[in-house]
C-alpha cells in the first residue's frame, strides 16, 4: 500500500464537486481543488479505497500510474509502453481502456484507447509471448487514460464501475434518478443533519426508490459500496487486500450499528409494478419497509 499521500482523481457528475469534495476531506484527503468534472485531492491508496467505498456522490476513483507528454500518438504510444505494465497486470489478466482528450491532438477516443491497448499489450507479447485480452465489462484492469493537451496521466480506475451503481437494485422504471444524483439532492438538502435529530423522509412519488433507499443508507450509517460484488482494484497487482478487508469490517460495523427504527423513512407510489421494483432494491439494500402503493 502507497503509504504516502500521492495526488488523484474523483469524477463527479456537474455541480456536485462541492458535495464531493466535502466528503473526501472527511474521509482524509487533503490538498482538494474543485473542477467541473471532479475533485483533485492528495491521499493514500487506503483513502482512495475510502472514496470507492463512501462516496455518495464520486464516480470514478481514478490512481495515477504515470504521467508524461505526449505531443502525438507516436508519443503516446510510447510513453504508455514505457510503463512497466507487469506490476500492474499479469499477460494472462484482462483488460480495458477508457480514453479522454481535453484539447489533445488526438480527439477520437477509440483510436486513443486503441493506442493506449496496443502499447500495453506489445509490450507482454515481446516480454513474454502472450498478451492480456481486452474485457469491456468486468477486466482485471481498466485503464483511464486523460490527454489534457499535451499532457497524458495514465490512471487505474480503482471503481472499476460508475460508483452509482450500488449493487441493491435489479430492475428500475422509467426515467429513474441515479443514485448518485438522489445522494446529492440529500446531502443539498441537509438530510444528514435531518436524521442525525431523527428526522423523518416522504416521497410522495418514489418510482423506483431511489430518494427514499439512499436516505435510508445516509440515516442508518450505511456505506454505498459495501453492497458491490467487484471494484476495478480487484484484479490489480498493486491491491492491498489486508486494507481494504479492514475498511470492508469497518464498514459492515458501523452500517450494523446504525439499523434504523421503523416508521421514519417512507415511499409512496400509484405504480404498483414499480413500487414492485423499488421494495426489491430496499430489501437487497438492507432497508425494507416503508415503499407503500396508494
Request: hydrophobic share 45%; proline share 4%.
Amino acid at each position: 500500500m502507497s503509504a504516502a499521500p500521492t495526488r488523484f482523481f474523483v469524477t463527479a457528475a456537474a455541480g456536485t464537486a462541492d458535495l464531493l469534495a466535502a466528503e473526501l476531506a472527511a474521509l482524509g484527503a487533503g490538498a482538494l481543488r474543485e473542477l467541473r468534472g471532479g475533485v483533485y485531492c492528495e491521499g493514500t491508496l487506503e483513502v482512495a479505497y475510502r472514496a470507492c467505498l463512501w462516496s455518495r456522490v464520486g464516480l470514478r476513483v481514478l490512481w495515477p500510474l504515470a504521467e508524461f507528454d505526449a505531443p502525438d500518438d507516436a508519443a503516446l504510444y510510447r510513453g504508455v509502453r514505457g510503463v512497466d505494465w507487469s506490476r500492474h497486470l499479469g499477460p494472462e489478466g484482462t483488460l480495458a481502456v477508457d480514453f479522454t482528450s481535453h484539447e489533445g491532438v488526438i480527439t477520437h477516443a477509440r483510436f486513443g484507447a486503441q493506442r493506449v491497448k496496443d502499447a500495453i499489450v506489445d509490450q507482454f507479447r515481446e516480454a513474454s509471448g502472450r498478451r492480456p485480452s481486452v474485457d469491456t465489462a468486468t477486466p482485471d484492469l481498466r485503464i483511464n487514460l486523460r490527454l489534457q493537451r499535451q499532457r497524458a496521466t495514465v490512471s487505474d480506475d480503482l471503481a472499476g464501475d460508475s460508483l452509482h451503481r450500488r449493487g441493491y437494485r435489479a430492475a428500475q422504471g422509467a426515467a429513474p434518478l441515479k443514485e448518485h444524483l438522489a445522494a446529492a439532492i440529500l446531502l443539498r438538502s441537509g438530510w444528514p443533519a435531518i436524521a442525525a435529530a431523527g428526522g423523518a423522509f416522504v416521497d410522495p412519488m418514489c418510482g423506483s426508490g431511489t430518494l427514499p433507499i439512499e436516505a435510508a443508507l445516509i440515516a442508518g450509517d450505511a456505506a454505498p459500496g459495501l453492497l458491490r460484488e467487484r471494484f476495478g482494484f480487484s484484479g490489480w497487482r498493486g491491491h492491498d487486500a489486508a486494507c481494504w478487508q479492514q475498511l470492508a469490517i469497518e464498514a459492515e460495523q458501523r452500517r450494523s450499528r446504525g439499523k434504523l427504527a421503523p416508521g421514519r423513512i417512507f415511499g409512496f407510489d400509484r405504480d404498483a409494478g414499480v413500487l414492485a421494483a423499488a421494495r426489491a432494491a430496499a430489501v437487497a439494500a438492507g432497508r425494507q419497509g416503508g415503499l407503500r402503493g396508494p
